[in-house]
């Protein structure tokens, strides 16, 4: 059997030298990559530029270890043509994806050669709170709007219990649980919305919240793996880095159901790497940017999902 083409991968991501390497997907797949004697790359969006209608891109050979502080040792930069340095992009920069990210990800939008990952026409059409809402029946009830006398409608409408956060957010920045006879109501909303200038989701609560927050990533469609996240005592949100407990997680038949349902528009759009958040049967959020809890699956279940990705890459590259 030939041994397999030694590829050119791109990753551009947030500042290398701050990730934690314990924790962070994308240091996964980078590690993963060069295992596999491939040649590991590095750009934050900084480095994008055009010429003639060329993506171009200052990279940086970067030779990595699992060493927090010593994880990641640059070479010298080189600018050059994506189309000729690589054979896949990853776009991994987190969001908020704001005239920066929209930017760049129209720069590699420009890549004819290369295969970009996600599929950046798709990454800037679905807004990773609203592209959730092209299921609106797998959804708890959900509002969006900027106008808080809509928001407030919405409040009395779902009983008093909902949850509001940015269409931008990232980590579960912004998010607020109301409920009740809260007398900061109002004052919540003027924050949320930046009286009434920015657009924001509104949720019906779902207490189900307090077993977990299930992320499912998916790969081109399929299951790829999941974990549970759990709110710490006296915290709205799940996320992990602000606290909440990660269990295992498996897949029951309505998270069986949601993937079905968004897998073959997944497909068609370019979606390859995602991450779907569920709580109780619902889906709440379809995370196309940079999805994340690709590490904390590894250390629950004893895999290497970072292998079956890059296999898949390999396998998209022989393909194209």
Known sequence: MPAKRSLGLVFVMDPIEVIDVTKDTTFALMLEAQGRGHRVLYANPGDLSVDDGRALARLRPVTLRREQGRHA???????????DAADVVFQRKDPPVDAEYVTSTQILGLCRRAVVLNRPEAILAFNEKL??????DLM???????????????????GGDMIVKPLDGKGGEGIFHLKGNDRNLFSILEQATR?????????????????????????????????????REGETR?????GGTALRATLDAADRRIVGRLAPVLRREGLFFVGIDVIGG??????????????????LEGSRLEARVLDAVEGRVRRS
């Open 238 to 242: 799940a996320n992990l880095h602000v």
């Open 195 to 231: 009286f009434e200038t920015r657009w924001t989701m509104a949720q019906r609560y779902l207490p189900e919240v307090r077993q977990g927050d299930k992320r499912i990533l998916l790969l081109d469609g399929e299951p790829l793996g999941a974990v549970l996240r759990v709110p």
């Open 140 to 158: 708890a009830e959900t509002r969006v709007t900027r106008r808080i006398a809509e928001l407030v409608d919405f409040f009395a409408k779902v």
């Open 73 to 83: 040792e640059l070479g010298p930069p080189q600018s050059v043509a994506l189309d």
């Open 282 to 299: 619902r889906l709440t959020e379809v995370n196309v940017t940079s999805p994340t809890g690709l590490q904390e699956i590894d250390a």
């Open 131 to 136: 592209f959730a809402l092209h299921f609106a």
